[in-house]
């Protein structure tokens, strides 16, 4: 297997996807929630287009999305960071109100709010585009609302963490993000 990527921007590999996957479901499972046969390979890993995906990713098991609601499953490796976003109004759409409940692991949110962090972290040289600085810290069982546009970003511990997201209609490609250099779209380079 040839591990050299040439172009390394924007991307991950097949196999850093199947591995991912493989790590998510895994706790997932750990976490006392059945995947059946079959959903371990639907579920997403979003690098962001930042090709960091330890540091900067999540991966997304979606139970359901319609145009009314959605249920997801969201996974966190060790450290690992969801960057800063909000979800805008997309036509009739005021946008979409999310709540979250933190199930397995380790998890800190960053919400608007006087700084207060002390458990977490900034990921390295993006002091700019991770502006929110307000720490909660969830324990299993603690959940957290976000109306459209509330930013937030969240953070895994030495664990990681499972998390429930429900919220009306997803649309992640239309997210705002602080920092720039995002894509939504994560892209997969074909290994030779
Ligand atoms: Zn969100």
């Known amino acids: 297997m040839n591990n050299v ?27 006392g929630i059945q995947l059946n046969d079959g ?7 979003v690098d962001f287009g930042l090709s960091r995906l ?36 997309v036509g009739n759409d005021p946008g979409k109100q999310e709540t979250i409940r ?3 692991g380790d998890l800190l949110f960053y919400v608007e709010g006087d700084d ?3 458990k977490g972290f900034i990921v390295e040289g993006k002091e700019n585009v991770y502006t929110l600085r307000h720490e909660i810290i969830l324990q299993p069982g ?10 937030h970003w969240f953070q895994a511990g030495p664990r ?9 209609t997803v649309r992640d490609g239309l997210d705002g993000f602080t920092d ?13």
């Open 5 to 31: 990527v040439e172009d390394e921007d924007n991307m991950i590999t097949k196999s850093e996807k199947v591995n991912a996957q493989q790590r998510a479901a895994m706790m997932i499972r750990q976490a």
């Open 39 to 45: 959903e371990t390979e639907k579920i997403e890993v």
């Open 54 to 89: 330890d540091d900067e990713g999540v991966q997304v098991f979606t139970m359901v999305n319609t145009d009314r609601l959605a249920a997801k499953i969201l996974v966190l490796f060790p450290n690992q960071t969801e960057p800063e976003h909000w979800h805008p109004r």
């Open 102 to 104: 933190h199930i397995w």
């Open 116 to 118: 207060n962090m002390k």
């Open 142 to 151: 603690d959940q957290l609302t976000f109306e459209p546009y509330e930013k």
């Open 160 to 168: 990681g963490a499972v998390l429930y997201s429900f919220s009306t």
């Open 180 to 192: 720039p250099a995002i894509q939504r779209t994560t892209v997969i380079k074909e290994e030779n």
